[in-house]
Nanobody, 119 residues
Framework: QVQLVESGGGLVQAGGSLRLSCAAS????????MGWYRQAPGKQRELVAD???????EYADSVKGRFTISRDNAKNTVYLQMNSLKPEDTAVYYC?????????????WGQGIQVTVSS
């Protein structure tokens, strides 16, 4: 069974920084794209950032220049460095991975982690 486990969330003041991590565990043969999504109360889940297996990143316009996505393929881990945080970044952040594992394939989600930015 494959699991994605996020860590690093919490409460931070506006202008501060947080670093999220997401580690995939289980018998995994290949991970394609990995990404971070977020969902604020009353809003739909939205893509924050995505990174290909070769390391090519893509960002939502709202986080460009503030957030940086990276990955460590040897550790099956994706990171999201969040700087200059704003109250509107407050949301539950979800890790996603498109992967091929033992008896599993396709899109997998983490359980989500809360990020709260106070003004």
């Amino acid at each position: 069974q494959v699991q994605l486990v996020e860590s690093g969330g919490g409460l931070v003041q506006a202008g501060g920084s947080l670093r999220l991590s997401c580690a995939a565990s289980g018998i995994i043969f290949r991970i394609n794209d990995m990404g971070w999504y977020r969902q604020a109360p009353g809003k739909q889940r939205e893509l924050v950032a995505d990174i290909s297996s070769s390391g090519r990143p893509e960002y939502a316009d709202s986080v460009k220049g503030r957030f940086t996505i990276s990955r460590d393929n040897a550790k099956n881990t994706v990171y999201l460095q969040m700087n200059s945080l704003k109250p509107e970044d407050t949301a539950v952040y979800y890790c996603n991975a498109d992967l091929l594992g033992l008896a599993v394939h396709g899109s997998h989600w983490g359980q989500g982690i809360q990020v709260t930015v106070s003004s």
